[in-house]
Nanobody, 123 residues
């Protein structure tokens, strides 16, 4: 069983930046994938970035390319999401997920989830 803990959320101005972190512990197998999802109030959970556990295979959803960067420090068991040029529509709860055997943006493929970290972007 794996445990995930996000941090780094908070309030930021439009155009600002935040870096989210996700520390993992426990039973995450080498070769599994990790991902960032977000869920805005009243909306479905949305996958925004995926990484292999060693960082060799990464993807960011097209509409956020150039603003969001996913990275992983495997030695520290930590995944990051660097967010820049923040917009009000980035306001959401951000979740990290792990344990998928597939390079997938389907939340059902991820058995392990953190509790989430809130991001609020305001002008």
């Amino acid at each position: 069983h794996a445990q995930l803990m996000e941090s780094g959320g908070g309030s930021a101005p439009v155009g600002g930046s935040l870096r989210l972190s996700c520390v993992s512990s426990g039973d995450i197998h080498v070769g599994d994938y990790m991902a960032w999802f977000r869920q805005a109030a009243g909306k479905d959970r949305e996958g925004i970035a995926i990484t292999s556990d060693l960082g060799g295979h990464q993807w960011v959803v097209g509409k956020e390319e150039g603003r969001f960067t996913i990275s992983v420090d495997s030695a520290a068991d930590t995944m990051y999401l660097q967010m820049t040029s923040l917009k009000p529509e980035d306001t959401a709860m951000y979740f990290c997920a792990a344990g998928s055997r597939f390079f997938s943006i389907n939340p059902e493929d991820y058995p392990y989830w953190g509790q989430g970290t809130q991001v609020i972007v305001s002008s």
